[in-house]
């Protein structure tokens, strides 16, 4: 399977612990992209890379999210002290930086902070 | 904040009926996207309409972008029980290099066809 993978597809974590995330981009992908979707909504803008630079972080997104990308390759989201209002599904994509192009996304990790 | 908003928020339709949404956005774009969700699913990108475009056709999909009134439609012909689906319109926003990429999403049309 050559498309954005995301493990794990599911996580349930007690409030107050951290979580991590991993997602693999398409191999020849340059830009990342992390996005969180709550039931009935779109996808809200968390953070990206283009190869190991964050570009841009969302203002919204607070000080426990921190995001990685350290070889250019795959990235890693975490949270810390989770929150019942982290629950979400968040979802990973990749893309190339030239010109316009689409954004590939992952199946994404479904967080539930009981 | 979201960049794009859908309209209807909801569409129920039999198969063989079109289906056609609206979006409209806020700032100038680079280029206009629609992607499809299936439930509990990812995204599937469908479309990609730029700038300078005012039309795009892809196989029963056709879409339209008018940048003076900031607004996008995508018409679905001929639609199936399989197109049943959430619908998003997603932006990036003109200006630098640095901002192509970055995608902003309206909250979607879900789309139910009916046998």
């Known amino acids: 399977d050559t498309g954005v993978s995301q493990d794990p597809r599911h996580k349930i974590t007690k409030r107050g612990q951290n979580v991590t995330f991993r997602c693999d981009p398409i191999s020849e992908h340059n830009r990342l992209y992390w996005y969180r979707q709550t039931l009935g909504q779109g996808p809200e803008f968390l953070t990206y890379f283009q190869n190991e630079a964050q570009l841009e972080k969302s203002r919204l997104l607070s000080d426990r999210f921190s995001a990685e990308r350290p070889k250019g390759s795959f990235s890693t989201l975490e949270i810390q002290r989770t929150e019942q209002g982290d629950s979400a599904m968040y979802l990973c994509a990749s893309s190339l930086v030239k010109g316009a192009t689409e954004a590939f996304f992952g199946q994404g990790t479904r967080l539930t902070v009981v | 904040s979201q960049q794009g908003e859908e309209d209807p928020q909801a569409l129920s339709i039999q198969e063989g009926e079109n289906a056609t949404m609206n979006c409209s956005y806020k700032?100038?774009?680079?280029?206009l996207q629609w992607y499809r969700q299936n439930s509990g699913r990812g995204l599937v990108h469908l479309i990609l309409i730029r700038s300078n475009e005012r039309e795009k056709h892809s196989g029963r999909l056709r879409v339209t972008l008018d940048t003076s009134k900031k607004s996008s439609s995508l018409l679905i012909t001929a639609s199936r029980a399989a197109d049943t689906a959430s619908y998003f319109c997603a932006s990036t926003r003109g200006g630098t290099t640095d901002s192509w990429g970055k995608l902003q999403f309206g909250a979607g049309t879900q789309v139910v066809v009916t046998p």
């Open positions: 700032t100038s774009i680079n280029n």
